[in-house]
């Protein structure tokens, strides 16, 4: 059974720093399109980044306005595994991070368009 495992989640001071792994099972998940998705208390689940070796071209990135140059998503696609590194950390991060994969080659925004899901890390930042 295909599977995402998070890891790396925990509490930080703000201005703090956090690396997400997300493990794929086997080699299920290679050459996914692999992201990050996070969802804080009472609001709907977010895009944050994601990659994709979209028309077989390279890896392609995308983030969030909220996170652009702070986060950086990055992957080992020989273990169908996916990371994010996380700088500059603000209390509004503050949420569970999921990661998300899915075999369409291309970058999808809304949570609903992604198969794949792990069980989610809690991101805590505190002021």
């Known amino acids: 059974q295909a599977q995402l495992v998070e890891s790396g989640g925990g509490l930080v001071q703000a201005g703090g720093s956090l690396r997400l792994d997300c493990a794929g099972s086997?080699?299920?998940?290679?050459?996914?399109?692999m992201g990050w998705f996070r969802q804080a208390p009472g609001k709907d689940r977010e895009f944050v980044a994601a990659?994709?070796?979209?028309?077989?071209?390279?890896?392609?990135?995308e983030y969030a306005d909220s996170v652009k140059g702070r986060f950086t998503i990055s992957r080992d696609n020989s273990k169908g595994s996916v990371y994010l590194q996380m700088n500059n950390l603000k209390i509004e991060d503050t949420a569970d991070y999921y990661c998300?994969?899915?075999?369409?080659?291309?970058?999808?925004?809304?949570?609903?368009?992604?198969?794949?899901w792990g069980q989610g890390t809690q991101v805590t930042v505190s002021s």
């Open positions: 998300a994969a899915d075999p369409r080659l291309r970058i999808e925004r809304t949570a609903k368009e992604w198969n794949y």
């Open positions: 086997g080699s299920t998940f290679r050459n996914f399109a």
């Open positions: 990659i994709a070796n979209i028309n077989w071209t390279g890896d392609r990135t």
